[in-house]
């Protein structure tokens, strides 16, 4: 097994960013491991998102300090990977959902037990992305503040991530982020569309929020055409009004994406 595999197994959140038709695209995922590829299992809420993986590339990585084994680098690989709609959600429950559930408290509450499964049936169909074809793979500075995140850019063989820091992260449309390496030195880039993103979560993982800026790039400075969310201090835990929010929206979100993959695979009744 490659050291990015054995990291990535061994971590507890990772990103999976690609070059989608409009731009960079970045998320945060719950690294697994499927056939001996590593890969991420996400909810059918983000179906309308991983429609616009469509070059087959994509790049994993795992950045932020906490989820990194003691003393390793941050990591990423570039190659080629396969999207696979798993709408019964057998391949999760026999082959990922252990591995999940030893990762993120979520996953344990609502597929811990038959019973849990049976109420949180939109948990477990899953639209897995494997990268099956290792291109590249690099090490890289961790994540250790708020204010730290990836960038995502193009490069000839495929997507590629560093990790980024600036003075401040406006929100602005035209607003101007002049970006550096962790360590202060020169960021080097290519001209064209990028994309920083990050996030964080909560100790309990009820938050995991993820802020992004998109835009085109010159000279390792961003302008901001789109942007979402910020960085934030130490997520807490929510209080019950708003965990029960979250949750009726959570599944609302997977139950319509489940029932536009069904209805597009022409499994709807």
Same mark, same amino acid.
């Given at each position: =097994?490659?050291? *990015? ?15 989608? %038709?409009?731009? %960079? ?7 697994? =491991? ?7 299992? !996400?909810? *059918?809420?983000? !179906? ?6 469509? +070059? ?12 990194? %084994? ?16 798993? !709408?019964?959600? @057998? ?10 559930? &030893? ?10 037990? #038959?019973? $849990? ?6 948990? !477990? ?17 961790? &994540?250790?503040?708020?204010?730290? $995140?990836? #960038? ?14 600036? /003075?401040?992260?406006?929100?602005? %449309? ?18 064209? +569309? ?9 100790? @309990? ?10 835009? /085109? ?9 789109? $942007? ?21 929206? #959570? ?19």
């Amino acid at each position: =097994m490659s050291s *990015f595999a054995t990291v990535w197994e061994n971590s507890t959140t990772a990103e999976l960013s690609w070059l989608s %038709p409009s731009g %960079p695209v970045g998320v945060p995922a719950v690294p697994l =491991m499927w056939e001996g590829h590593p890969c991420v299992a !996400l909810p *059918f809420s983000h !179906l309308a998102l991983l429609d616009t993986l469509t +070059d087959g590339q994509a790049v994993c990585s795992v950045t932020d300090a906490r989820a990194l %084994p003691p003393g390793s680098p941050a990591v990423a690989a570039t190659g080629r990977v396969t999207v696979t709609h798993d !709408l019964s959600g @057998d391949v999760f429950v026999d082959a990922l959902l252990a591995q999940e559930i &030893r990762k993120h408290p979520p996953t344990r509450q609502r597929a811990g037990g #038959l019973l $849990a499964r049976r109420e949180n049936w939109w948990w !477990l169909p899953r639209i897995i992305v494997t990268l099956r074809d290792t291109v590249e793979e690099w090490t890289l500075p961790p &994540r250790t503040s708020a204010d730290h $995140a990836l #960038l995502l850019t193009a490069r000839p063989h495929g997507p590629a991530v560093n990790v980024v820091t600036a /003075p401040a992260w406006p929100h602005t %449309p035209g607003a101007r982020i002049p970006l550096r390496s962790l360590d202060g030195t020169p960021l080097t880039t290519a001209d064209g +569309d990028g994309c920083v993103f990050a996030h964080q979560h909560s100790p @309990d993982f009820d938050q995991w929020e993820h802020w992004y800026r998109r835009g /085109p790039l010159h000279a390792a400075t961003l302008t901001v055409a789109e $942007a979402s969310g910020a960085p934030a201090p130490r997520l807490r835990p929510l209080g019950l009004w708003a965990r029960l929010h979250a949750h009726r929206s #959570l599944v609302r979100a997977c139950q319509q994406g489940i029932t536009a993959a069904e209805t597009r695979a022409g499994l709807s009744s």
